[in-house]
Structure formats: structure tokens, C-alpha cells
Nanobody
């Protein structure tokens, strides 16, 4: 069973930067959609950034110009570069991927366990 494992979260001051990484634990054929979501205390989970294999990239309005999603299918990695962090970016960040295990597989949805990002002075 493929798992997604996030890393890179932590405590950072406002204006600082963090880079989140998400790694698949098993070999996969392809990633159709990769995304990062976040959930702050008392709030619903929201989409932060999404990238498709067709080249479409979407960002939440609140992070446009500050966050960048990228990935490396060969390395089975998904990244989220977060710059100019704000207190309101504080949340648990979740990696998501719609991926195909094998060339004959249909895409399946996978979620990471989440990593805490805290922006505070």
C-alpha cells in the first residue's frame, strides 16, 4: 500500500520560509494530480495549491505569489515552497496525490498524515 509521508513543517517567524516535502513510500507509475491542503484549528480543510499532469496549476488566493507547488514523478516527491509566511498560514498541511500504481491502474487518491506549520513571533 502506497503511503505519502510529509516533512518540513515547523515553527517559523512571520516573513520566513519553509519547504514542505511529500514522498511516496512505494514505486508508482505516475502522478495525475498533486496538491497541498491545510486545516487550521476550528476551520475546514482547504486547498492551498494543486498541479495536474496536464500542466494546470491552481493556488488559493491567500497564497498566490508566496507559495509554489512542484513535483518530481521520477523521485516520487511533491514539494510546497512557502515564502513570506503569515500568522494566518498556521495550520496542519496535508499532501494529496491522485496517482497510478502501475501502467494498467486507474488513478487512486492518497493523503499524507499531515505536518504542522506554525507561524509566530
Amino acid at each position: 500500500q502506497v503511503q505519502l509521508v510529509e516533512s518540513g513543517g515547523g515553527l517559523v517567524q512571520p516573513g520566513g520560509s519553509l519547504r514542505l516535502s511529500c514522498a511516496a513510500t512505494e514505486s508508482i507509475f505516475s502522478i495525475n494530480v498533486m496538491a497541498w491542503y491545510r486545516q487550521a484549528p476550528g476551520k475546514e480543510r482547504e486547498l492551498v495549491a494543486r498541479s495536474t499532469s496536464g500542466g494546470r496549476v491552481d493556488y488559493a488566493d491567500s497564497v498566490k505569489g508566496r507559495f509554489t507547488i512542484s513535483g518530481d514523478s521520477a523521485k516520487k516527491m511533491v514539494y510546497l515552497q512557502m515564502n513570506s509566511l503569515k500568522v494566518e498560514d498556521t495550520a496542519v498541511y496535508y499532501c494529496y496525490a491522485a496517482l497510478r500504481r502501475f501502467h494498467y491502474s486507474a488513478p487512486e487518491n492518497y493523503w499524507g498524515q499531515g505536518t504542522q506549520v506554525t507561524v509566530s513571533s
